[in-house]
């Protein structure tokens, strides 16, 4: 691909004698956003965790701005600029918002950039300001994600991995902070991996997207484009046609075409 | 053709099922796993329930000749409703459950069908779409209901309510069953088999009782039947061979079926069921084979040393088999430390280590493959015929083998060659002609000598071998005649490869389309580090077409080198069963795939494309 930041070949992870990733070869341009998605066990978290160093991979390769990070320690990986925001938030909950974001900034030696990030955050989630000096395990979960997304996006990372923003957030959330992670996406470049169960807002947010299934991917296009296939419409998007009963309970075989 | 056909002193299916479920009482007919436990159902109980839907039937209005269709999965249910059908009176016909809604339309409207069996709601669904252009059709039944509560149909009833009417019938008719099972006669129509149709609409194969029992009457060829021999049913029932297997074979040794839970638990069933005897079509066995080749190369070094060490001393003794002398003491006895070694795990791990008969059959097999199945010490016999003779003409004779034949002619079954080269067919076997088709029936059926629409030739030793499908065959541009699938055979023994398609009629070279293994080459890729996403993605990749290419190039040495092929392509889509482009075995479709792939084939022939 032209200029893809992220180049993942021929992963496979294991747990214990478990294969969770089987052979997966899949490519992140820069400044794109670029979604996984995949049904519960498919892969998805594990693709995360080893490309973000969680997990290491038994084989293959993850290069990182034409540099090698398979294998590397997690705070290695972060500092080169690859954060990770794992699936259920994370964050510290008896230290408060404020304290959590500047942890994300760690990395830095600039106060004055940190101070500058630290109101762009605040931009992006007025509502982080107003409970500044909260405890975060007392936060919302909506804004536990706000949170973790912001602590994030305080390392002024070239690249995020998103695990399951969406999860157990109620609908208006979920749009508000699909709405922000564009924004951040357009307004500060920043490339984003997204691995969602929504695969309705992720296909709408998202330039390009990968189909996962027991640890291969058997689907590959733009967005657009997976948003017409028979086989996305009715496994992930809950699209059915009606049979002649008017229900229909069983499903169709998947051909990933 | 006067030759009584009799089983067990019987001569029609109802007759001889009544008699063997008196004899068999409570000896186990048949399991079906359910939630994760194999279930009984007894011979008496398999008879009560087939009688159940007979009644129900003829409550329902089944007359004599009716025909019955079944759309379903593998199980007791089908089974029951088949003997049931037959007992009464009717005719079975059993549909692919691959078919579309629109093939099913044309089968139940061809052969008039009247009551039509579907196996869950999936299947109802399809003949719901298509019922109103089916005006024969009086009652659906369905056997799973889940999933239909809420769900009222007229034209609609659940297998247990047909039995309830069907038990209620017996009571208010009391002596009504045993006429109606006496009522068949053994030259009469017992099933429908619509033939798959390569080329034109399928046509429905008419088989009597007397082609049914005469098979039957010499089936123990495979292996002597013997108490409490299992085995397992996963291939289609609408097909003759899984047919004759499955529902008629046991009424002849008394061996209990178990139905697999799906065609992907298959590999986890045969090890749970471990068969005695087992059929099976060239595809699984060429899975069996590629998931072993598979293993052994991830397999420790020792392991591999091990598997080939004993494979080489299997092969010896398998060549002393194929020359048709004893292997001498010294090497039985380095087989059977073979066998302890590793052959016994590598059958073990197959679920074969208990199956004293296998065959292959409804498909040309590759000859090597036969060889490593033999070398493993598994007496695995090629068997020849069509659905137009009730599935069986020729098999290979236990104590003479030649590779490569189908073996030789079956007990009172004639056989010999046309001056054109066609197969032809004689016996008690032969069928009744294909349903409401008279000129069709007159064309394949002359003189009592059955067109089998198949190339080959019989040695002087009576072995038949078959070359290639009449319409199959290649006459290329330089006027050479080519049989396809000799080529193809020797192709899909490559573990990478599942199908083939040979091209070249009328052309200046051959070429061919390569369907291959998803799960073998994806292996390739990943040791090679070979990046792919999707399938189309793989099949893209320079070095699958390297490899491909490579296994090309292996065949080719093998013919001459007119036969050879020049160009190649992969169909970069994962085709399923229910693709127009696959018959219900797996095969690909040549006058299918010709056509949807023109465009594909056509740039091979285009002479500014390299390889």
Not at chain 2, 421 to 442: C, D, M, Q, S, W
Not at chain 2, 479 to 501: M, R
Request: aromatic fraction near 8%; hydrophobic fraction near 40%; charge should be neutral.
């Amino acid at each position: 691909m032209a200029d893809a930041l992220l180049q993942v070949r021929n992963l496979e992870t294991f747990y214990g004698p478990i294969m969770a990733i089987r052979g997966v070869s899949f490519d992140v341009e820069r400044g794109r956003i670029v979604t996984i998605l995949g049904a519960n066990g498919a892969g998805k978290t594990t693709v995360l965790k080893t490309v973000s160093g969680v997990m290491d991979p038994q084989k293959g390769t993850v290069s990182f701005d034409g540099r090698e990070i398979q294998g590397m320690d997690p705070d290695r990986v972060a500092r080169l600029g690859l954060r990770h925001v794992p699936e259920g938030r994370e964050i510290f909950p008896f230290l408060t918002v404020a304290e959590n974001l500047r942890m994300g900034a760690f990395t830095r030696g600039d106060a004055a950039g940190v101070a500058a990030d630290l109101e762009m955050v605040y931009g992006y989630f007025p509502v982080l300001k107003a409970r500044e000096q909260q405890r975060a395990g007392s936060l919302s979960g909506g804004e536990q994600q706000m949170l973790a997304i912001s602590r994030a996006l305080m390392a002024r990372p070239a690249m995020m991995l998103l695990d399951e923003p969406s999860l157990g957030l109620a609908p208006r959330l979920v749009k508000e902070i699909f709405e922000i992670i564009v924004r951040i996406n357009r307004e500060h470049g920043v490339t984003v991996l997204l691995v969602e169960q929504n695969a309705n807002m992720a296909l709408h947010i998202a330039h390009y997207g990968y189909v996962l299934e027991v640890g291969r991917i058997v689907m590959e296009d733009t967005c657009a484009r997976l948003l017409d296939k028979d086989d996305i419409k009715e496994f992930y998007l809950g699209v059915k046609e009606q049979s002649v009963r008017g229900t229909r309970r069983w499903k169709r075989k998947k051909t990933w075409r | 053709m006067t030759a009584a056909c009799t089983v067990h002193g019987q001569d029609t299916l109802p007759r001889l099922f009544r008699h063997v479920v008196a004899q068999r009482g409570d000896a186990v007919a048949m399991r079906e796993k359910d939630l994760g436990v194999w279930r009984p159902v007894t011979w008496r109980q398999y008879g009560e329930r087939v009688r159940r839907v007979g009644l129900g039937l003829v409550a329902l209005g089944l007359r004599r000749r009716d025909v019955v269709s079944v759309l379903a999965d593998n199980g007791p249910e089908w089974l029951y409703t088949d003997l049931g059908t037959m007992s009464a009176g009717g005719v079975t016909n059993g549909v692919y459950t691959t078919d579309s809604p629109r093939q099913v339309e044309y089968i139940v409207n061809d052969s008039g069908t009247r009551f039509f069996f579907a196996g869950n709601d999936e299947q109802l669904d399809k003949i719901l779409e298509v019922r109103d252009r089916c005006p024969g059709l009086v009652k659906i039944v369905v056997f799973d209901v889940e999933g239909l509560h809420g769900f009222k149909d007229e034209q609609v009833m659940s297998l247990d309510e047909l039995m309830e009417l069907g038990a209620r019938y017996d009571v208010e008719h009391p002596g009504a069953w045993d006429p109606l099972v006496e009522l068949a006669k053994p030259e009469d129509l017992a099933i429908l088999v619509y033939t798959s149709g390569t080329t034109g609409p399928p046509k429905g194969a008419m088989l009597s009782h007397r082609n049914i029992l005469f098979q039957l009457g010499y089936a123990d060829f495979i292996a002597e039947p013997r108490p409490g021999d299992q085995q397992l049913s996963f291939l289609p029932l609408a097909h003759i061979a899984e047919r004759t297997f499955t529902v008629f074979y046991p009424l002849r040794t008394g061996a209990t079926v178990n139905f697999a839970e799906s065609i992907d638990t298959v590999p986890d069933n045969i090890r749970e069921v471990a068969p005695a005897v087992f059929f099976a079509v060239p595809r699984i066995w060429e899975k069996f084979y590629s998931g072993v080749a598979l293993r052994m190369r991830d397999a420790t070094r020792l392991g591999q040393l091990a598997y080939r060490w004993a494979l080489g001393v299997g092969m010896r003794v398998a060549q002393c088999r194929l020359e048709g002398r004893q292997p001498p003491a010294g090497l039985r006895m380095l087989f059977r430390l073979a066998e302890l070694v590793a052959l016994d795990n590598v059958k073990r791990s197959m679920g074969l280590h208990r199956a004293r008969g296998a065959a292959t059959g409804a498909a040309p097999i590759a000859p090597e493959l036969i060889r490593w199945y033999m070398a493993l010490g598994i007496d695995m016999r090629e068997v020849y015929g069509q659905t137009e003779n009730c599935g069986l003409a020729t098999a290979m004779p236990a104590d003479r083998i030649k590779l490569g034949s189908v073996g030789v002619a079956r007990p009172d079954t004639e056989v010999r060659v046309s001056p054109q080269g066609e197969i032809l067919l004689k016996g008690p076997h032969v069928f009744l002609g294909y349903y409401k088709n008279a000129e069709r029936t007159a064309q394949t059926v002359v003189d009592g000598w059955l067109h089998t629409g198949d190339v080959g030739r019989i040695d002087a030793n009576g072995f038949v071998t078959i070359t290639d499908r009449m319409k199959d065959i290649i006459i290329t541009a330089g006027g050479k005649n080519i049989t396809p699938s000799e080529i193809e055979n020797q192709l899909k023994f490559s573990p990478f490869i599942s199908d083939a398609v040979v091209i070249g009629d009328q052309r200046k070279f051959l070429s061919c389309l390569v369907m291959i293994d998803h799960e073998t080459v994806a292996q390739f890729a990943q040791e090679r580090s070979v990046p792919f996403t999707n399938f189309a993605s793989l099949c893209r990749a320079k070095e699958v077409q390297d490899l491909i290419w490579t296994e090309i190039e292996r065949v080719n040495k093998q013919f001459a080198r007119v036969e050879t092929i020049k160009k190649f392509r992969l169909i970069e889509e994962l085709l399923t069963a229910e693709d127009e482009e696959l018959t219900p075995t797996m095969k690909l479709k040549r006058t299918f795939v010709n056509r949807k792939y023109k465009d594909v084939i056509d740039a091979m022939y285009d002479e500014r494309s390299g390889r």
